[in-house]
């Protein structure tokens, strides 16, 4: 089952706030994993152009993106796997306040609510590698928001 099927979109990354560096854009964690962060802001940055909200804490984020098969843990454990394969554990460990797989489901309230499950061997990779897991669930009345996939 994909995300036009289920009619959900799902969206799996890794964020990383840090309060101790002056700009998280620059060094060797986005060259040490490989890839650029998809965003990356300043403490004070505004958080959205659709209000006036600041980032407390300078980070970066990184987007996964893969059709959504019906199984969140599928998603995070491919997520994990890479991080792992990259040593992520060690490149990450010296931040200081949040580093975590986040997982965004978007969907509208007319769709049944796809479960959402870790198994526990999931969840130890993730606290090996020193992250949490966040979940955030965005559900819509009958206007859908645009949702743009970012590369």
């Known amino acids: 089952m994909n ?11 890794l964020i990383v706030d840090d309060e101790s560096r002056p700009d998280p854009s620059v060094g060797s964690v986005p060259a ?10 300043k403490r004070g940055d505004v958080l ?50 949040q580093i975590a797989i986040t997982v965004k489901l978007y969907g509208k ?3 049944p609510v796809p479960i959402l499950s870790f198994s526990k061997e999931a969840v130890r990779q993730a606290s090996d590698l020193g992250l949490s897991i966040d979940i955030d669930l965005y559900v819509w009345g009958s206007e859908k928001p645009v949702l743009r996939r970012r590369m």
């Open 109 to 111: 309230e007319t769709h």
């Open 32 to 41: 040490r994993l490989g890839i650029a962060p998809t965003r990356a802001w």
């Open 48 to 97: 959205s152009a659709r209000g006036d909200r600041r980032y407390k804490t300078n980070g970066f984020r990184y987007d996964f993106y893969h059709d959504y098969n019906g199984d969140s843990e599928v998603e995070v454990t491919r997520a994990l796997a890479w991080l792992s394969s990259v040593g992520a554990a060690t490149i990450l460990e010296p931040y200081d306040r």
């Open 3 to 13: 995300s036009e099927e289920c009619g959900w979109l799902l969206r799996v990354g």
